[in-house]
Structures are given as structure tokens and as C-alpha cells.
């Protein structure tokens, strides 16, 4: 390992990783906001994520996951690609790791950051290793599941999940946050703890359509069906309402988990089929569509899956 200096210059490479606190030869890309109307160039797209990777250490680590309307867009695409064709600056391989790699999926008919990024899953230069990471492998486009080797990652199990808490960094983050709250927050990702307040809202609206799907199939049903969809907007179905669904998702694993250990293997079975639905609704939601019109389709079918 490089030694860290007291006073780096910020020129030389030694410096330069001195500054930014990690290895020159690792490459960190997420979904970032799209920076302006027309294409970034990659070195403003390498100065966004040098600015925000330095934010998430000064958090120590522990950050806020990527909104609905952030996006892996066709010019961070490019500025990976371009990276990937330079030697690595010190190891003898360089790494990338693209996080939530779905979100290279935009609507049909636009370009695709995703297949920017196909010529080098294709043909990776000597040396370079590239790892995707994804909790929606269904919204990757099958030219790129076909071009890469899948491993599972299983969610943590409660005792994972209660050392995690008990870190010190992480306790004090989550000072004011009860631990009961903070696993149920969780459901096995320790990631979801941090959301904050956009992603503790989308649980509140996410709840909403739960109850409301659940409700019987009388007219006084249908109404809370109907009003629940009315909440969610007209337009931009990428953002508050794409958390919501992701938090939906969320809850039904976990109602399924309390059906397998109440017994009740039909209804823990109806909570998993459920599961699929709103897959496939977030699938939707990257697309041109109303947040209501999708919420009123997925709320019945829900009501239909959850009380047949």
C-alpha cells in the first residue's frame, strides 16, 4: 500500500491517492443525478464522483442510497469506458465496480447507457476486472446478464444484522433511531437504514398501497384502491414513486418471512408471487408511464394475488 503523506501535493499519483483515500486502480461508478441537459464530458463526470466518493468517506462510510431519479447515464457510461482503456496507474489490474447496475436501463426508444458499456464487457483490455452489482438482476438488459457470471449475494441474517448495529460508527449514526425500527428498516440490506427521511416516506406511502391492496373486494375496497393510486402523482414515475415500490418490495419479503414462521405457508406463498408484481411494475416505472395509472394496475392485481 501507497504510504499516506501529511502534506500531499495533489500532483503526483502518490498524492493524488493520498487525497482521494483510495486505491488509484479501483473505480467506483453509481447512479449519480444527470449533471446537465446535454452530455458531460468524462472529466467532469470523474470530477462528481471524486467529489461525492470523498462525502461518503467523510460520512465514515455510512451513506445515503441513490434516489429514484439517479441514473448510471450514457456520458458515465462513456467516462468508464474511456477509463477502462488506460493502464492501470499502480497494480497490475484495475477494478470497476458499477453499482445498481439496472439503473443503465432507461426508457425504450432512447439510448441506452447500457450498451455504451457492451464493447467492453465484450472485450475487456488485459487486466481489467469488472463487477456489477444489482438487487434487481431482471432489469439488467440479457445482453449484458448473457456477457457476465452471476454469484448470488443472500440478505443478512438477524445476528449479522445486530452486529452491524452494534458498531460504534454505526450506533452513533443511528442514535435516534430504535433498534427495532432500524431491523425493520433493514430486512437484511444494512444499507436501507440510512435512506433517510425520502426513503422513511417512501415506507409510509409503500405501507399505504400494502393496506389499501388488502382491503376487501367491496366497493368501499376498491375506493381505498382507488384513492391510493390517486396519490402517487401524474408524472415521474422515476423518483419518490420508484422508492415507493422499492419499499413495497420490501414489506412483502418481510410479510412473507412472518407467514413462513406463523405457519401459514399459503399466504407466505401469495406474499412472494406478490413480489413479482412490483418487480415488474419497477420495471415499468423506467419508462414513460403515470405513477397512477401503474399504482391502480398493480394495487388490483395485488388485491387479487394477496386476498384471491
Known sequence: MTERLDEPCGECLQCRYAVRGVHPDLHWFFPR????????SPEEIKADYDEVIAERMEAEGLWVPSLGTDGLHVATMRALVRQASLRPAMARRAVFVVGDAERMVTQAGGEHGANAFLKLLEEPPPGT???????????????????VSSIRVPNLDRADLEAFLSDAVVERKLARVPRDEALARMNGAPGEVFAGESMAAAFTAAKRMLDAALQPSTADGVAERIKAAARQGVAGARGAFTDSLEALTHLLHAR???????GREADARRSASAVVLVELA???AQGNISPQLLAASLLFSLHRTLRP
Open 33 to 40: 443525478p444527470r449533471l446537465k441537459d446535454g452530455d458531460a
Open 282 to 284: 419497477k420495471a415499468k
Open 129 to 147: 476486472t469488472i463487477i456489477l452489482t444489482t438487487s434487481e438482476p431482471g432489469n439488467l438488459l440479457p445482453t449484458i446478464t448473457s456477457r
Open 256 to 262: 412473507a418471512k412472518q407467514m413462513v414462521d406463523g
